[in-house]
């Protein structure tokens, strides 16, 4: 069974920083895309980066230039960098583990920024 747990998130002001982690069991993770997506109140849920097996990255407009992704083949984990966060940032984060035309899915996990 595969499972993918989200951690990280937090309550951070204007102009901090935040490090999300995701960790993917039961999937074969270095052969996996994994990606981060954010969803707000009453807002669809948006792409905000991912990183393919072979390490490619892709950022959505509003992460480029703050927030890097990267990968940990080693230990199942993929990471969201978050820098000069913006209250336009909070949201419900949710990591992606896609293998063979499969998504997977975690719980999410809660950034909010705020003063």
């Known amino acids: 069974q595969v499972q993918v747990v989200e951690s990280g998130g937090d309550l951070v002001q204007p102009g901090g920083s935040l490090r999300l982690s995701c960790t993917a069991s039961?999937?074969?993770?270095?052969?996996?895309?994994l990606g981060w997506y954010r969803q707000a109140p009453g807002k669809q849920r948006d792409l905000v980066a991912t990183i393919t097996k072979r390490h490619s990255t892709i950022y959505a407009d509003s992460a480029k230039g703050r927030f890097t992704i990267s990968r940990d083949n080693a230990e199942n984990t993929v990471y969201l960098q978050m820098n000069t966060l913006k209250p336009e940032d909070t949201a419900i984060y949710y990591c992606q583990a896609s293998l063979l035309n499969r998504d997977y899915w975690g719980q999410g996990t809660q950034v909010t920024v705020s003063s």
């Open positions: 039961g999937i074969t993770f270095r052969l996996s895309d």
